[in-house]
């Protein structure tokens, strides 16, 4: 059996997706649905059972689970702008030690997502080194909830034990539940429809122009590949970046998402809001050294063909979903 975590979640989802394309089904989604809309991004996907987050850690603490294979850990809040740091600390840092614990316990492969929000402002680079893990120094309260959990691995001398994946910028299909954290790409589909234009923040540092602040943008599919390969077929263990290591601007973006819509770019630029002055990356371009010195097979989709399949498969279709039925 193969465990996934936040497994209604957009790269939790992607990740059985990936899993059933390998012909695995024998998955037990962990999550809490509630009331959200997550459920719908497990219509289409195949798994053996569901259980709730909170019965699921009750269940491995008291080691109740049995014949597990691997385990890919998604379930986390995932809100740069969320305040409660308790929660932060209990969902995020405390709950992933548990299920790390429990994969150790019972021999089982443990992938799990920390975050380039780590990086804080990309003073010091984006390394995922040992080295630079140490003296990172995250903007807000999620980042540092998942670096806590890096510096964990490192002092307890457990990296070889674990994959700790840095995803950048996310996009493509299963974000519709996420409101205001969906990425740019599936905003600015509906903005367009909308309105017939993108908004996107002005710049205030003279080095960039507005719009041209620059991200690592990475489509899903390219995530749930690295997890699968990283559960399935490799071994090796630390703190992995995925990114594409090719860091684009906003209105690189925007044309991508206009050209998938077939419209002539039309962008309006508005003020930097007040409460992410201080706390947002201009810049994160992930460092994918490790792409080469452990040979991964696949290449990574460019931000026009990510943004093409997304908008046409999906976005502009009646099933957004990804499906493997």
Sequence with gaps: MYIVTGGAGMIGSASVWALNRQGIEDILVVDNLASTEKWKNLVCLKYADYMHRDEFLHKIKADALQDVQGIVHMGACSATTEKNADYLMHNNFHYTQEVFLFAKRRGARFVNASSAATYGGGELGFSDSVETTLKLRPLNMYGYSKHLFDLWCIKNNCLGDTVNLKFFNVYGPNEY???????????????????????????????????????????????????????????????????????????????????????????????????????????????????????????FTSLEDGVKDYVQNYLATDNPYLSTL
């Excluded at 908004?199 to 122009?209: E, H, M, N, T, V």
């Design 177 to 299: 539940h996420k409101g205001d954290m969906r990425s740019v790409a599936c905003k600015a589909f509906a903005a367009i429809n909308e309105r017939g234009f993108l908004q996107l923040f002005s710049s205030d540092r003279p080095q960039y122009p507005h719009g041209g602040q620059k991200r690592d943008f990475i489509y899903i599919k390219d995530c749930a590949k690295v997890i699968a390969w990283f559960l399935l077929e490799n071994r090796i263990g630390g703190i992995f970046n995925v990114g594409t290591g090719e860091a684009r601007t906003w209105n690189s973006l925007a044309n991508a998402v206009f050209a998938a819509m077939d419209r002539p770019t039309k962008v309006k630029y508005i003020p930097m809001p007040e409460h992410l002055r201080g706390k947002y990356q201009y810049f994160t371009q992930a460092d994918m050294a490790w792409l080469k010195t452990h040979n991964y097979p696949h290449a």
